[in-house]
């Protein structure tokens, strides 16, 4: 029996249920009233306490109401529709198409048959090296000879076939033509080694068949860049060191989001990693970097001095200009939670000592019995066990944090030199490698060279001079190429960067000022920059010849703006992405040529 729920001609629901073998001996019409107090019971809820149509292609049942019940089981189901408003009216089969589709099938099934006949490419490559094996060659004499000598093999219309399949034997470009066809071919479809497997068994052999299978699968290129890498997460964990002193080490992170207590919704969270004694601060949205530069200095600097190193995630007020490189002249060391950057290193002294008269203050360790006031060194001790105590507690904790997250990871080491695929996620990085169809999109780029190593567990790669994003990853989203390098590389990445999501791309705006430096014994000239939608004080001196190269659309002199180009604030230094423009010190001498030509010639005319 079938049926189907309509209401204004759009279907809602389906239904279809075998007749039991006592049912299946019923009449026509009893057949066809089981099948409409099926339908009623099994969609009730939608029915109850509304009036519907019930349509039917048994034309007795328009006058069910009016008919004599003359068996038990009549009266059972005629009951079952009492209190339901319904009309019944009659549809013929061929009108009733989806009702009457669903409580019937086919006489006959369609079958799919698939043939598969070997290319005569193949044969060809295949009976030449039949020639050149000497083996292959015996054994085809001896099997034409006396075909039971060899019960597995058989020559039949001029190929050896083994268990009738062709035998390929050891021709290696032979075992790659097979395995572009039934794996790389669009019959293939890159299936994986199972089901490539499979399908070549059917029709070839040759031996350790599945040791080759298995390692052209695994060395597929459109493979390793479009599947996902099922092994675990790379990259054992490295926890930050304990730190030696409170207060040397920090960090920083915003919590936003938060309802207006007395007009401030930010609060930035400053915690010492060492005693975990924590600062709130408040803050008004928008804020910038100078006010959370002017924030930190006033509520952290000045109670317990400068930390040396900074742990914080790639906010773009903590990767701004203008906190790096006040955090530089402060001598604190930036580290960022996120390994797709370098961490930036502060060199100079700290100017505490410029400031106050004094060095800053720094815990000087205790040795017993150096106080002859007995409480006094009583103190000092507890001190002392206090701390060692503490940092024996955030070793232990270090290592047992370690410990669990590795139980979920693996180790994976890459060589320079090597070639790597990049994993740009989707979801995390959606700014960067936004694509108009996500699932069918590869997961992986590449690949490309490994350049160096950065840290334990970070790779810089040479990736191309279009990129704007840095060159340094996390392993985790980096998978070793496994065969021979492809000789045309699909090299590129996305362009397109968004500042709302991930850190921005400067481009210049206006230039406010001009001077000249000495740089390697030579002139250089530089520009007081300001950058697009940045606020003023990230204005930052660039040679004026990396401005031009990277931008050359861009007007310094009619303070127009760039539509190219693209300087990579995130690593503190300009990377040229495009070499078309020529350098500043050219073109400035290019005017100066063009207004002594046109003075001359106006002073000759004048003469």
């Not at 794996?183 to 299936?191: A, D, K, L, P, V």
Request: proline content about 5%; hydrophobic content about 35%; glycine content about 6%.
């Amino acid at each position: 029996m079938g049926a189907v729920l309509l209401q204004e001609g759009h279907p809602i629901a389906f239904l279809s249920k075998a007749f039991s073998p006592k049912n299946a001996l019923l009449s026509a019409y009893e057949r066809e009233l089981l099948a409409v107090v099926f339908a009623v019971n099994k969609w009730q809820h939608y029915l109850m306490s509304l009036p519907f149509v019930i349509k039917t292609d048994q034309q007795s049942l328009k006058y069910v109401l009016e008919h004599k019940l003359s068996t038990p089981f009549q009266q059972k189901w005629l009951s079952k529709l009492a209190g339901f408003d319904y009309t019944v009216e009659y549809k013929s089969g061929k009108e009733n198409v989806v009702a009457d589709a669903l409580s019937r099938t086919s006489g006959m099934q369609l079958f799919t048959m698939a043939v598969s006949s070997v290319s005569s490419q193949l044969l060809d490559e295949l009976k030449l090296y039949w020639q050149k094996d000497v083996d292959i060659e015996r054994l085809i004499q001896e099997v034409q000879q006396d075909p039971t000598s060899h019960p597995h093999y058989k020559w039949s219309d001029g190929v050896l076939l083994r268990k009738g399949k062709l035998m390929v034997g050891r021709a290696d470009n032979v075992q790659q033509l097979v395995l572009n066809w039934m794996h790389s071919s669009s019959q293939g479809g890159h299936s994986g080694v199972y089901a490539t497997m499979k399908r070549i068994k059917t029709l070839f052999y040759w031996p350790n068949m599945k040791k080759t299978v298995i390692e052209f699968v695994k060395k597929c290129s459109i493979c390793q860049k479009c599947k996902y890498d099922a092994s675990a997460l790379p990259g054992l964990l490295q926890p930050l060191p304990v730190p030696e002193s409170v207060w040397d080490d920090i960090t920083m992170d915003f919590i936003e989001g938060l309802p207006k207590s007395k007009g401030k919704e930010v609060i930035l969270v400053v915690i010492d990693r060492m005693s975990k004694y924590a600062h709130f601060l408040t803050l008004n949205h928008p804020f910038t970097a100078l006010q959370v530069a002017q924030l930190f200095l006033d509520n952290i600097f000045k109670l317990h001095g400068c930390p040396k190193t900074i742990v914080s995630d790639r906010d773009k007020v903590f990767t701004s200009s203008f906190w790096q490189e006040l955090m530089r002249l402060q001598g604190v060391q930036l580290k960022m939670s996120t390994a797709y950057h370098p961490q930036t290193d502060g060199q100079s002294e700290t100017p505490f000592e410029v400031m106050y008269g004094y060095p800053p203050p720094v815990h000087r360790p205790y040795i017993q019995g150096s106080s002859l006031m007995d409480t006094v060194d009583r103190s000092l001790q507890a001190r002392e066990q206090m701390l060692a105590a503490l940092k024996e507690n955030l070793h232990k904790a270090r290592n047992r944090m370690k410990q669990q997250a590795d139980k979920h990871r693996s180790e994976r080491c890459f060589e320079v030199g090597d070639w790597v695929y990049l994993k740009l996620q989707p979801y995390k990085q959606g700014s960067v490698v936004s694509r108009p169809h996500q699932k069918l999109a590869t997961k992986y780029f590449g690949p490309y060279p490994v350049l160096k190593k950065v840290g334990s567990v970070a790779y810089t790669l040479q990736l191309p001079t279009s990129s704007r994003i840095h060159p340094t990853f996390h392993v985790s989203l980096l998978k070793k190429h496994l065969g021979t390098i492809p000789t045309s590389l699909d090299t590129s990445i996305p362009e397109k960067y968004d500042s709302d999501n991930q850190e921005p791309i400067k481009v210049p705006w206006k230039v406010q000022e001009v001077r000249t430096i000495k740089k390697r014994n030579a002139a250089q000239v530089q520009w007081l920059v300001m950058w697009k939608n940045a606020p003023v004080e990230e204005a930052s001196w660039v040679d004026a010849e990396i401005i031009m190269q990277q931008f050359p659309n861009f007007d310094p002199w009619g303070q127009g703006s760039a539509e190219q180009g693209g300087i990579d604030a995130l690593r503190g230094e300009e990377r040229v992405t495009v070499h078309v423009a020529e350098s500043a010190q050219e073109e400035g001498q290019k005017k100066v040529n063009e207004k002594k030509d046109k003075g001359t010639t106006a002073t000759g005319e004048h003469a």
